[in-house]
């Protein structure tokens, strides 16, 4: 076998497409098998633009005989798939006529990779966006249970380490004969009255940079001066609470359900952390909180109770009346009479 | 939570390949490869993609109802779906998924017949 039937052989045995176009006539000479296999077989002499009609026959001639290499892709179906093939056309060095190399690549598996790409980035980026949102709620919701300082900890170092805030105030609150309310009422009424008030209380505590810590049931305990701490830490809550009665007092003049409330207010210190590693939950504790919930316990329908010493922080605009002993009083605003009952 | 299959067997680069090799064979089939004759490639793979990552568990899910609007103006008999059926499982088994698994997967397939075959 002679050498040009060697090559002749290799020519037609690879899977690339070769063509021999003759310029002069714009005619496709020699192709091999796997040409004829993609483009169908043919006389040889078959016209360009009959096997690619797209072709701008002159801009490629022109482009050729500046010396560039033409390259083009062009799709078609073969049964019910679609095919591309790159072509690339090169004039042929040396050569007396005018001829070029017309090689073609089968690109289709990479046109199918990158649809596919396109499709899974696509699935991808649009649960990414998802995952961002379930995020974005799920920090929201953090964000209620704990301050932001206490978050970005936990968020930084999955635990949040117990702080001291010195001095701050606590107030308790919660409402006389909620469980006969209970009993009476329709348990969905009652939960979305307590939802209506607590939302209320939270709304008017964070004009006065006090922050709901939890609630338990009936009981609403709110703190000023953590995290951050507050000169005024008192006398803002001191106001929240008058403004907590002064709420319901209102409200009960429109509902059918009365809600009748008593507070307990302390200052002191309190030990802020998240509890729990599975149901964790941000909490202060310490003597402060206790002594406000036991204050409530002495505070009469509609009224704060606290100590005499909280009554010196909390400033001028309040008034009190003794309770039967002499530490612990009722406090009422200056200008509001004895009680609220 | 559990890993999903889509994990299991490599993720997106196992997939991917499952997904081609299924795309050739059903462009092959004269049963179901008609119903791909005008449909043009991106969404031919689009759909395929979707398909094997969403009954592998990967980044893709819908709902009944999406799938029933999306074959709704299909005529697929219940020998298309055999095929269908037939060639999922010859693909997974090819790329070596567990039995257990390919069971997994196929009954998931199989639980929304009603949605596609009329």
């Known amino acids: 076998m002679s050498i040009e039937a060697i090559n002749e052989q290799l020519l037609r045995a690879i899977g690339v497409g070769v063509a021999l176009v003759d310029l002069r006539t714009l005619t496709v000479q020699f192709r091999n ?34 010396g560039a290499t033409v390259s083009k892709e062009v799709s078609f179906k073969v049964k019910r798939r679609t095919m591309t093939v790159a072509m690339e056309f090169n004039l042929a060095r040396g050569a007396g006529d005018r001829i070029a190399v017309l090689v073609c690549q089968n690109i289709t598996r990479i046109k199918e990779l990158e649809s ?72 969905d009424v009652i939960v979305s009255e307590l939802n ?48 907590f009665l002064r709420y319901l007092a209102r409200r009960n003049e429109t509902h059918a359900i009365q809600w009748v409330a008593r507070i307990g207010v302390a200052s002191g210190s309190v030990i802020g952390s998240v509890v729990g590693t599975q149901n964790y939950i941000y909490d202060v504790f310490g003597p402060t909180v206790s002594a406000a919930i036991g204050y409530r316990s002495m505070a009469e329908p509609m009224s704060i109770a606290t100590d005499t010493s909280f009554v010196g922080l909390a400033g001028s605009d309040f008034a009190t009346r003794p309770l039967a002993d002499t530490e612990h009083v009722i406090l009422t605003e200056q200008t509001q009479p004895a009680s609220f009952g | 939570m559990s890993r999903s299959l889509f994990d299991k067997y490599g993720g997106f680069s196992t997939v991917s390949k499952i ?79 567990e039995p257990a698994d390919i069971d997994t997967i196929v009954g998931a397939f199989e639980a929304r017949r009603g949605l596609m075959v009329e």
């Not at chain 1, 991808?124 to 964000?143: A, D, G, P, Q, S």
């Not at chain 1, 810590?213 to 000023?224: K, L, Q």
């Not at chain 2, 081609?20 to 049963?31: E, G, N, P, Q």
Request: a negative charge.
């Open chain 1, 33 to 66: 098998d796997t040409f004829d296999e993609w483009f169908g077989s043919a006389e040889n002499a078959v016209q360009l633009d009959t096997l690619f009609p797209d072709l701008e026959l002159s801009d490629l001639v022109a482009r050729l005989e500046e």
């Open chain 1, 116 to 187: 596919m790409i396109d499709s899974y980035s696509m699935m991808v980026e649009r649960n990414t966006h998802e995952i961002k949102r379930e995020k974005e709620r799920v920090e929201r919701l953090l964000l209620n249970m704990m301050p932001r300082a206490a978050y970005e900890e936990y968020k930084t170092f999955g635990m949040v380490s117990p702080k001291l805030f010195d001095p701050v105030s606590v107030l308790a609150l919660d409402f006389i004969g909620f469980d006969d309310l209970l009993r009476s009422e329709d348990p």
């Open chain 1, 196 to 243: 209506d008030i607590y939302s209320a209380f939270d709304r008017i505590g964070g004009q006065f940079s006090c922050q709901r810590i939890r609630t338990n049931g009936d009981s609403y305990i709110a703190v000023s001066g953590v995290p951050d701490p507050y000169a005024d830490h008192a006398e803002a809550l001191a106001k929240s609470g008058v403004r």
């Open chain 2, 19 to 97: 997904v081609l090799t299924l795309y050739d064979r059903l462009l092959d089939d004269d049963d179901v490869g008609p119903f791909f004759d005008d449909v043009d490639l991106p969404s031919i793979i689009d759909h395929q993609t979707k398909f094997v990552s969403s009954l592998m568990g990967g980044p893709a899910s819908f709902t009944d109802e999406h799938i029933e609007k999306a074959h709704r103006h299909l005529t697929i008999c219940p020998h298309h779906f055999d095929r269908l059926e037939a060639l999922v499982t010859e693909v997974l088994t090819e790329f070596e998924v």
